[in-house]
Structures are given as structure tokens and as C-alpha cells.
């Protein structure tokens, strides 16, 4: 059980570069040909298509109801009510909008993105601890009883709508092709960065941290780009190695619970 007390760490890491989005640099929604793979211009156009009309349906109303038939479906198993949190709830809808612009399914997009992936591109805060995902495609259009009981059909998906490791939701709503496209993600916050991490970053300072569960024991953080390798690694007023300018890298908070060592994951960066 996660508990509602907050444990502050100081940390050496980098530098919140004064940092300014390029004006307009992508201010239409434009899925055709996919999401861009550079991060800014990644979260610049999620924002174009979350919020501006395209030729993509899109359903709040019912993404809405299904958090609460969700809820539902956690209380018969003696499960707390899951927190909507937006940076799930625009992965989420992003992802089901993209599926239904290019025409396919699955957890990871044409790129090789995953879940939460995107999700560490969007959300500058958040530590997570554990994540899940579940996705339905139906032909047609559905009220949210039918959609939540195509999503709960399938076993994985019903466990991950009532595993007690999870504490936040957002789900995500397209239409297109005659078809509605649902993608609910889920996640376990274990904490969260005080001040936002700008996309870019560069140098060495102090940054803090507070993390839900009281008696962890953070052990360190480290950047370590997609490809799995460490680039760089600091506690305290220590830093070793460096991001290069362009490169990408995510977050990553060591953590130590008793003789349990686990993992928090925190947002994508890349170097100035």
C-alpha cells in the first residue's frame, strides 16, 4: 500500500536549461506519416492533435465513463479508485488516434515507441514504478458498456484493471475507418520531480524529488539512452559522465527498499 507521506531528496543532476520551445516549429496535427521522433517536436504536435479538430473522432464523454466503469470493476475486487492523470490520459488518446490514422494495432507504434515511452516524452514530473496497458479495436460505434466489456474480455487486460499495484489511469479514444480505437494505460506513481525537467537539459545542479512510499531509500539516479546504455550517473554533489548535445537519455531513479532494489522511471531528456 502506497502511503500518502512524501520523503525529499536532493540530487545532483542536470541543469534546467533555459529552454524555449521553437516557435510554431509543429503546430498542426499531421498522423499521415507519423509522430515526430524528436521529443519537442513529438510533445508540440501531440498538442496540435489533443487539442485543435481533426478528421480523427475523438470522445471524452466516453473516456470518462470507462475510468468510472473501471472504478466499478475495482471496487467488486476490494480495489481503490484509480487517479485519472493527463500525461496517461494524452498517451493514451495519441496513441489510439495514431493506430487510427495509419491503419494498425498495437502496444508500440510504427517507430517502435512504446507506452511508456510516450509517456516519459510528456509528463516532465513523474516517477513511475510499474506499468501496464490494454488495448481494444472494435468495428463500429459503441457505448461504453459494450467498449469496457470488449476491454475486460480479454484476461490480461481484466488484471491489469484490478491490480493493486497500480494507482493512475488515462485512457485514450479515436474513431476513423469505422472503427473505435481504445487504448487505456495504467501506472503505479511513486513520485515526482519537484520542478518540471525541460526537454532539453545540460550541466550539473541540484534538483529534488519527493517519493510517495515513506522508508525507501534512494540510492542514486542515471541517464541511459534507448538503447540501454548508462551515460551518466550522480547522488548528491557527484556526476559522473555527460549527456552529448542531441542525445537522448531517460531519467532513472535508483531505489532501495530493505534488500529490494527497483527502479523509478522518470522523463526523457535530450542534451544541449
Not at 516557435?23 to 521529443?39: F, H, K, M, W
Not at 468495428?139 to 480479454?154: K, N, S, V
Not at 537539459?201 to 534512494?218: H, M, R
Amino acid at each position: 500500500m502506497l502511503h500518502p507521506r512524501y520523503k525529499y531528496m536532493s540530487v545532483s543532476a542536470l541543469a534546467f536549461a533555459a529552454l524555449a520551445f521553437p516557435a510554431a516549429a509543429v503546430s498542426t496535427c499531421e498522423l499521415s506519416d507519423g509522430l515526430p521522433l524528436d521529443p519537442v517536436a513529438f510533445n508540440q504536435e501531440v498538442a496540435a492533435c489533443y487539442n485543435s479538430p481533426t478528421e480523427i473522432g475523438k470522445d471524452a464523454r466516453l473516456e470518462k465513463q470507462l475510468i468510472k466503469a473501471t472504478d466499478a470493476y475495482r471496487a467488486t475486487d476490494n480495489e481503490i479508485a484509480l487517479v485519472p492523470l493527463g500525461s496517461l490520459e494524452e498517451a493514451a488518446r495519441i496513441h489510439a488516434m495514431d493506430m487510427a490514422a495509419r491503419n494498425y494495432a498495437g502496444h508500440t507504434d510504427k517507430e517502435g515507441r512504446g507506452h511508456l515511452e510516450r509517456v516519459r516524452m510528456l509528463d516532465r514530473t513523474v516517477l513511475i514504478g510499474a506499468a501496464g496497458a490494454n488495448i481494444a479495436i472494435l468495428e463500429g460505434q459503441h457505448d461504453a458498456d459494450t467498449l469496457f466489456e470488449a476491454l475486460r474480455h480479454d484476461p490480461v487486460n481484466a488484471s491489469n484493471m484490478t491490480r493493486d499495484a497500480f494507482t493512475h489511469t488515462g485512457i485514450g479514444i479515436a474513431k476513423a475507418n469505422g472503427r473505435t480505437y481504445v487504448v487505456q494505460l495504467f501506472a503505479r506513481v511513486d513520485g515526482r520531480l519537484e520542478a518540471p525537467m525541460p526537454v532539453q537539459v545540460a550541466g550539473p545542479a541540484d534538483i529534488k524529488a519527493k517519493f510517495t512510499e515513506k522508508g525507501v531509500q534512494p540510492v542514486g539516479w542515471r541517464l541511459t539512452t534507448p538503447e540501454g546504455e548508462t551515460v551518466a550517473r550522480g547522488y548528491g554533489a557527484s556526476m559522473t559522465g555527460a549527456l552529448a548535445p542531441g542525445q537522448k537519455a531517460y531519467l532513472t531513479f535508483d531505489m532501495a527498499r530493505n534488500t529490494q532494489d527497483y527502479a523509478l522511471r522518470g522523463p526523457l531528456v535530450i542534451g544541449r
